[in-house]
């Protein structure tokens, strides 16, 4: 079993009154490859800063 890295549970990021993230759960094991796609706005690189503790 590999170790987890990431575990999130009810990630909520709102800027100026519009929820940018709205993750209910989220784990991220060690040698896990993941990959973020959307459109814009959709919180991609909000959850990004969130997981690098920015």
């Not at 709102?14 to 973020?36: F, I, W």
Request: net charge positive.
């Amino acid at each position: 079993m590999n170790a987890l890295l990431y575990e999130g549970r009810d990630l909520v990021q709102v800027y100026g009154g519009r929820t940018a993230l709205n993750l209910p759960r989220l784990e991220v094991t060690k040698g896990e490859t993941l990959a973020l796609t959307g459109p814009n706005g959709c919180g991609k690189s909000t959850l990004l800063r969130l997981l690098a503790f920015l």
